[in-house]
């Protein structure tokens, strides 16, 4: 292995930018090699941007995240917020945090990751900073853009618009747990434990709907991204939307795997409602506006109301929901 300390800021400067530098789809007047890069946006676009930053013994460690799968991680988080502002991601910036003793080849996996993201979703990283850090810490920034009038805000929700999620919920948080278990339980199909764990090392931001909804010509009325758990995701619809919520917990799509998997101490129930990670699209609309949207590409699991955000339990008791998702503050 050779460490990053012998090989000094500028060899790992040239050694990242030439990775960089492959896609050049979008009008970048100057990439790397300047003090900033220069890019001419659409005409008629807005401009949206997001950080977000992962952070070793935090957000992750090394005893079950291969080097690359952060770097993807780093990149797809970020671009899972530009999809949550119904948006299509454009270019990215990044800070990399690198311990002295962080080797060449681990450096060449993470930026494996984070260039392979990248290039799947059509962005092009165009410049960053390195310093050295007591950890390996990443922060990605990403620029998208979008029509002014696609843009999608969490405040747009209106009492009767039905409360949507796409994909499934809870299959990370379930996979994080087992994980950490460090290993598989014999009872625990192989297809099972992958799903799972996947879902947690590797989530899909999805582009995909905010592909398909430009092509149909419509859009939701508040959207946000699950990353800190569901019910946390509702409350900030709500407050922003100034409005309460009906969930229907029969409604929630869990998958069979997490059936399947999910670690005996919580109930699959309580993954999908305050699991994190999910990284799908919790979005509202108008019966007439869900009707124009493919009908397998989400699931309906409440309707927006006047006031207080409430779940209808299977069991048949209507009950105040909660926030229970992540904190990244609150003490563990
Ligand atoms: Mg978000």
Redesign the pocket.
Known sequence: MSPIEDAGEFNLIRRLAAISSSSTRFPVITGIGDDAAVYQPKSGMVQVITTDALIEGYHFDFDFYRMDQIGYKAMAVNL??IA?MNARPVLATMALGLPGSFSMEDLDALYDGLTSAASRYGVQIVGGDTTRSPVLMLSVTVIGEAGKHDLVHRNGAGPGDHICVTGNLGDAAAGLDLLRSHTKPETLGDKVWDVLTTRHLMPVPRLDLVQEWAKKGVRPSAL??I?DGLTNEVHHICAASGCGAVLWESKLPVSPELFAGAPKSRTPVDYALNGGDDYELLFTAPCGVLTQMAPDSYTTIGVVTETDVLIHRTDGILEELKAEGHDHFRAE
């Open positions: 899972s917020d949550a946000i991204d990353s």
